[in-house]
């Protein structure tokens, strides 16, 4: 004759149970977490990867001593230098010199939302052979870039951006980019000396 499971053994097993299962569910939550920590660091690091090859590409390009640095914003400083519309015509370039013929300013900027915009701006009918005497960041470094003045075109870079500084010692340019994204940060240092020293 089987004999049956008493009230206390029952309950004692519903109790291990319950244990058992509570710590399956905290092991869950935490590689969940885990999980979504990764994912958000990785997004940072690509974010700051995707960053730095536009910076290095466009910076490396420009004229140190005819970009212009708008510091007013503590933290979300902005930049704007010349750049050519078109690298890849033969046209672009100084028959004398060589050099770039300059017709285009770019700049970079965060707003206060933390996205990172890259800026193609016309200057109209002058080339850009020198520092941008129009450029104003009321007109030029608007929270929508989307109603920036002479603006040919944009694009958002990164959309976590906690701190952009750009400091300039009239033959380098340096950056200092910090990404924020749940209380993970990603930090770029750079340091880049032009190529074309005068325009």
Known sequence: MKKGATLLETLVACAVLSLLMIALFALFRMGTRMFQLSITRQGLEGEARRVSAWLEKDLRRTVAASTVLDTSRPQRHGLCCPTLARWDLPTSYS???GLP?????????????GHLYRCLYH???AKAHH?????DPAAHLREDPGLNSNQESYQTLADDVQELTFGTDGKSLMVKLI???QAKTSEL???IRPQNQEP
């Open 95 to 97: 028959p004398q010199s």
């Open 101 to 113: 013929d300059w017709d285009r300013y770019l700049s970079y900027y965060a707003n206060n939302t």
């Open 123 to 125: 200057p109209g009918a």
């Open 131 to 135: 520092p941008w005497a129009a450029f």
């Open 179 to 181: 990404l924020e994204k």
């Open 189 to 191: 240092r750079l340091e």
